[in-house]
């Protein structure tokens, strides 16, 4: 069970963990390249250490983080102790702990594997059905048109599914089935690594599973976040799910070609989510159409040259 937001670990009907499932590499690369420890401690699970918490017989509350470095606070309350004999007098004490600390330890390693390979990874977060896999599927042709390498690690809870549509595009992919889970984390995406080896100068993109929660909270190393909506979800999906888009650095809205059958407004959808994060940049496309997607694509070539 995760110890943050309280999803299974089952990876799978089968069990025993997220199951990664290569389907493209570079011939011949050996999958010792990215060395890494199995320690399944980081995710907070049940049966595992939880960063040295002690789940005693006192009640604790999970209080998430707002703030944007995605941390999650394990906050414990305790009576306090008895003084020379005579028991507190119902004062407690508030421990705090960041039960997302292994994680973002994790989380370090990967940034620092793909920054010695300049490789530029992008986290590409959504609600189901946004549009993410579409979107890929273009991204991939027009840029390995371009000559440019892009790799992509899928996270869906079951199926290959989309790992064989963005294969079928001619990109480099591994799949990751969570099971019941509902986000990936960074552990996940080392053991990714080491299946797909992408080359050094490359672009890799993270399909995280869809949903508007608990991927937020996860950092994976990646060097930018994206949240993609379509006009199909409502207009206040970012101050519904605020956290989502406070974490992001782009916001795509997708599917513009269907605005004059749905009841959207993207523009009143951007100040929604500049309420969250001012700064917040926005593009409206279609990946079906391919209308806007040069923003897209000029995006991706900044985070290339400019990384910051």
């Known amino acids: 069970m995760c110890g943050t937001c309280g ?8 069990g025993g963990g997220p199951r990664i499932t290569g389907f493209t590499r570079p011939p011949g690369h050996p999958h010792g390249g990215h060395g890494h420890e199995h320690d399944h401690a980081g995710h907070g699970h049940d049966g595992h250490d939880h960063a040295g918490h002690d789940h005693g017989g006192h009640g604790h509350t999970r209080v998430s983080g707002g703030g944007l470095d995605g941390d999650s606070v394990m906050r414990d309350s305790v009576p306090a102790p008895a003084v020379d004999g005579v028991a507190g007098d119902g004062e407690t004490i508030t421990l705090e702990q960041k039960v997302l600390a292994k994680n973002e330890d994790l989380a370090a390693l990967n940034r620092a594997w793909l920054a010695e390979r300049d490789i530029v990874a992008v986290n590409m977060m959504s609600s189901p059905g946004a549009g993410k896999t579409t979107l890929l599927e273009r991204t991939i042709r027009v840029l390995t048109g371009r000559g ?18 963005i294969g079928g595009a001619g990109g480099s992919v591994v799949q990751i089935n969570t099971g019941a889970g509902c986000h990936l984390d960074a552990e996940m995406v080392r053991g990714a690594l080491t299946t797909l080896a992408p080359p050094a100068g490359s672009l890799l993109l993270v399909e995280n599973v869809g949903n508007l929660v608990c991927p937020a909270l996860f950092d994976l190393g990646e060097r930018s976040r994206v949240v993609i909506i379509s ?54 496309v279609s990946a079906t159409t ?3 997607l040069s923003g897209w694509y000029d995006w991706l070539d900044e985070r290339a040259h400019h990384p910051g």
């Open 290 to 292: 391919g209308e806007g």
């Open 231 to 284: 006009v199909t979800e409502g207009t206040d999906k970012p101050i519904k799910y605020p956290h989502m888009f406070a974490v992001a650095d782009l916001m795509i809205i997708n599917k513009i070609d269907l605005l004059p059958y749905v009841d959207f407004d993207p523009d009143q959808c951007e100040k929604h989510a500049r309420s969250v994060r001012p700064n917040l940049k926005t593009l409206q």
């Open 7 to 14: 999803c299974a670990d089952g990876g799978g009907q089968g």
């Open 148 to 165: 440019r390498p892009v790799a992509v690690i899928e996270g869906d809870q079951e199926t290959t599914l989309d790992a064989e549509r």
